[in-house]
């Protein structure tokens, strides 16, 4: 699994984006996908989850009713839509593989990084 994040940028509160994270060998075959972002004291906090199936879904509770996590298996692509972005949603976003067909929260349920895709909302 090689893990590609996108679609970051610098947009207004208010404002939406689109962020994909694609597998470029194409194997999301067994894998859950998170988006997490760095938090104030360098830590990764957790964004959404999305199992395989895209059955269960999670998100933190600063981003539900904002944000939707889906995927395209067809694709191998996973995308993180955010809408009525606040300048507090400004961090760099990550995606995550895990191992797994289900996966939670901690960063320890994920085995695979992506780089970071920076978001940026100014006010």
């Known amino acids: 699994v090689q893990l590609q994040a996108s679609g970051g940028g610098l947009v207004q509160a208010g404002g939406s984006l689109r962020l994909s994270c694609t597998d470029s060998?194409?194997?999301?075959?067994?894998?859950?996908v998170g988006w997490f972002r760095q938090g104030p004291r360098n830590e990764r906090e957790f964004v959404a989850t999305?199992?395989?199936?895209?059955?269960?879904?999670d998100y933190a509770e600063s981003v539900k009713g904002r944000f939707t996590i889906s995927r395209d298996k067809g694709k191998s692509t996973v995308y993180l839509q955010m809408n009525n972005l606040k300048p507090e949603d400004t961090s760099v976003y990550y995606c995550?593989?895990?191992?797994?067909?289900?996966?939670?929260?901690?960063?320890?349920?994920?085995?695979?990084w992506g780089q970071g895709t920076q978001v940026t909302v100014s006010s």
């Open positions: 995550a593989a895990a191992r797994r067909p289900y996966s939670g929260p901690s960063t320890l349920d994920y085995n695979y």
């Open positions: 060998r194409r194997t999301f075959s067994n894998n859950a």
């Open positions: 999305i199992s395989l199936n895209g059955g269960n879904i």
